[in-house]
């Protein structure tokens, strides 16, 4: 990727309507979050509102890539670019964290009508989204290590 864009890319102008922010430190964009965030309201409110199962049922796990390629922001190809030039141990541990929420989301959106079950993989899933947060934010060096036992164990027993 040409270096100007990168550096056009991060300038705080490049953020606007239409244009996700990236972190000038990491290159990633936490508009990714909206995916599962999404997914995991809907979750939420379908017990009370059952209309939300439609949407459920149309949601589909995408990686990072995949998200912004299928958006409408208008620098995309940046946002991509910028993840692929991102470093190597970040990559992969954004793709670890996000495999393995897309998939408890999916358990979750199958068993939509078993709320005990939904609850405890909504449990699981927040906090793998605020460590994913923390990675693309560049907040912390070792996101793991911020999370909470009992929500690790709860993810692994989960999947």
Known sequence: MPQTAAATALRPEASGAGIPNINPVTGLSTDYL???????????????IPECLDDLKAWRPKSYADHFAQSRFTNRGVVIDLYRVAQPALRREVDRLSETINGLLI?????????????????AV????????????GT????????????????????
Do not use: C, G, W, Y
């Open 107 to 123: 358990e979750a959106i199958e068993a939509a009508t078993d709320n005990a079950a939904v609850a405890r993989r909504a449990a």
């Open 126 to 137: 927040r906090p793998l989204m605020a460590e994913l947060a923390d990675l693309i934010n």
């Open 34 to 48: 909206n995916h599962f965030t999404e997914a995991l309201m809907a979750l939420e409110m379908a017990a009370d």
């Open 140 to 159: 912390t060096e070792k996101a793991a290590d911020r999370r909470s036992s009992q929500a690790a164990i709860d993810a692994m027993f989960l999947r």
